[in-house]
């Protein structure tokens, strides 16, 4: 590629019906102006197409950065949904395991309080049958002829004395 100093620098060679001399550089001068300024802006925008260049490679490593972290963070995501899941049907399973011991548990108590209940009416009617048993032994006892019955109660008060 030509710089504008190359342009400038650039020498003809002179002939019989060559150009005006004067003419030809005063062209030369221009064209190494206009020329000048376009090698400018191209360098200025070859650093601008650069720059741009390196942000877009800094924006496809920062994308490639959250697409990891993102893919990571789903992992991670997952795992926990899995992780809580599993422990919610452990927790289930453990207190289904103890709603079955408590039922067992109480169908015990029931089973042993009426087993209780039961000896406990038994008892009580051999209890009652036995006072009745007694009571009508004593009856006996009062009915039978060797009560004393020709004693007044004054008198039997008298021996007390």
Not at 6 to 22: P, T, V
Not at 49 to 70: A, H, P, S, W, Y
Not at 81 to 93: K, P, S, V
């Amino acid at each position: 590629m030509l710089t504008p100093l190359d342009i400038h620098n650039k020498e003809f060679k002179k002939s019989l019906r060559g150009y005006d001399e004067m003419e030809v550089d005063q062209f030369l001068d221009e064209v190494v102006r206009d020329y000048e300024t376009i090698y400018r802006e191209l360098n200025l925008l070859r650093d601008k197409v650069l720059g741009l260049e390196e942000r877009i490679e800094q924006f496809q490593v920062m994308e490639d950065n959250l697409k990891k972290t993102l893919l990571v963070a789903q992992e991670a995501s997952d795992k926990l949904r899995d992780n809580a899941q599993r422990e919610g049907e452990l927790i289930l399973r453990e207190a289904e395991a103890k709603a079955g011991r408590i039922v067992d548990e109480a169908r015990t108590r029931v089973q042993q309080a009426t087993t209780e209940f039961e000896e406990l009416r038994t008892n009580a009617a051999i209890f009652r049958s036995r006072i009745k048993s007694l009571l009508l032994a004593q009856v006996e006892i009062l009915d039978s002829s060797d009560w004393p019955t020709n004693g007044t109660p004054s008198q039997e008060e008298g021996h007390t004395k």
